[in-house]
């Protein structure tokens, strides 16, 4: 064999180099089952892996909110009329107060003498006039005559009636039902005619207002049911009371009056609220406020990864917020949402899709 080998020395060379052909494939394919693997396919290496979460829209009302400020339904200061001291404090302040329940009075001086003295000049007159009307029936007084005596009667009368004026100005009563709310007086104080005396307020409804932008007022209407949040997290229902006809000139936005039934009689006047006020139907999905971000525009919006795995973001409008999450509009009806790992890939990025748990 070696004496045939050693004739033909061609043969260990072939034999040599498949030999070393053999060896070089069996690297190269253990090399390649090592690099992949079905559990990780190559082509997929490197790319981010987010939770996603399928989302569709449903009907929501639409809100629109503004910021408002809590008023008394009705206040007024009352004035003295005349010159006089402080008399009688016949009410206390906080007391509640039916209309014309008497609440301060002042001095009345020498005004019963002047109504009795009127009284007393009318009855005159009146007499007056009635002889003169008889003797006019027979001609013995003149025409003339009897229109003078009764222009006197008049003027008593008219005279009687300032002077009852002037007395009843003593007594500061209540216009309406309210609370006796200040007092800017004491007892012995004179007063002077404009001068203030007290305030009373009407808190039996409550008037929030507020400034509602030219673009949305078009949504309001008179008697529209409106939710009032309290900064307490209370929250009152009212209508829609008034708008205004023309805007602020400096603002350019409406002002708005919102009626509030307030039958136990809250102290909430002067208090700021927030109006929820709506604007009809609209098609949003519901989400955690956490799943909002911000592009580099500044503009609220969330990522989600569209049927080529590649991440998207897109600007919503946020329509409310509550305790349960936040509606927005503006995504595609069917949106997949990431809900994990948002913060670690950007718009245009591949990623590998995960579905998230459902909470139990």
Known sequence: MSNYLSKRPWLIAV?????????????????????ATPEQPAQKQGLAKVEIQWLEASPMQRQHLVQGQIEAWRRVELRAQINGTVARLDQDKGSVVEQGQLLLSLSADNRPAQVARGEADVRQRQADVTAATRLRERNLVSANELIRLQSELAKAKAELDMARIQLSNTRITAPFAGVY????????????PGQSLLTLVDISQLKVTAQVAQQDVSHLRLGQTV????????VMEGQVHFIAAAADSDSRSFRV???VDNPQALRLAGASATLQ???GEALAHRLSPALLSLDQAGRHGVKWVNDQQLVEFTPVQLISVDNQGAWVSGLPHKVALITLGQGFVEPGQQ??????????
């Open 351 to 360: 990623v590998i899709t995960q579905l998230a748990k459902e909470e139990s």
């Open 227 to 234: 939710r009032v949040q309290l900064l307490d997290g209370g």
């Open 181 to 192: 709310d200040q007092r800017m007086v004491e007892l012995g104080d004179f007063v002077q």
């Open 277 to 279: 006020i709506q604007t």
């Open 15 to 35: 034999a040599i180099s498949l030999l070393l052909f053999i060896w070089l494939f069996s690297g190269s394919l253990f090399e390649a089952q090592e690099t």
């Open 257 to 259: 009056e919102v009626r």
